[in-house]
């Protein structure tokens, strides 16, 4: 079996995520298909660089399966009739902000199209298949749920807990993060964040009289070490096709506070403590939870530890590898 991963273009900062965990599929893979990858020529902005980068997948060496890994979904046009084609879609949250006209096109190029001509569809957990199901309701067959895997730098690393003063991590800025309202709840309380976004000018502004430091930049060995100086990952988005940050702290062995809704409770299992994203209080009571109760903080690392275990590399690309069977198979 030849197999092709199609990925977008990595940008120099914020795209540690989809590529990298389809290489770890991959090398786990590689006793049993011959597996290769590709990065888009160009960045996914405007129309001509897609277009371009379109044309370039159809130049691509002959493969049994081409999977576009996410993100870039469009590329699918670029694979030649007759090839089988996988297509991983990590969330639909680019719909739900966008109107009129750009609704109509993001939906047609990103998800209507690509589905179509895909012949397996996977996503990153059951609530983002059900998102696309509210759309796709007759492609349900085609749909399967894998989960992300952890990328295997993410390691063990025990750290005494910071009671005076911990250090909460939170990543990402993006409309769904939730940020405004989560440094709100941190207002006034003996903490030190530790953020790593792009901050505009309000968010700036409720870090006033906050102890903090701020990255907008930065290496992946320099997130792993983000992750283990922190005593709290805090991931209270509104929404996640998954999210990484939980599974990557529990890892870790650091402790979790996240939502109580989209994906965030079905990934984080028993190994984190859920709150209300939208309120202020809950999110406020949750950390002083955290910071009070080393029994609690203890009982959901461990937890975290075992939840992660179903993010592990070889569970993960053995799944693949049953999606990609099916297809070959099915075409001889």
Known sequence: MKLKYVHRKPRPYGNFSIENYFRTIGEQLSNKAEVSHWEAPFFSTRILPRI??????????????????????????????GKKKVLTIHDVGFLRDARGLKRMILKYFWLTGPMKQADAVTTVSVATKNDILRFFPKWRKKIHVIPTVIDPRFTRSDKAFNAVCPTILLIGSAPNKNLKRVLKATKGLNVHLSLVAELDAEEKALLAGQSYEVESSISFESLLEKYRSADIVMLCSTLEGFGMPIIEAQATGRVVLTSNCSSMPDVAGNGALLVDPLSIKSMREGLEKLISDASLREKLIQAGFENVKRFDPEVVSAQYYDVYSSLVKRRK
């Not at 997948?57 to 694979?79: C, E, M, P, Q, S």
């Open 52 to 81: 371009f980068s379109v044309q370039a997948v159809r130049a691509l060496n002959k493969a049994d399966i081409y999977h576009i890994t996410g993100d870039t979904h469009f590329l699918i046009w670029g694979v030649r009739r």
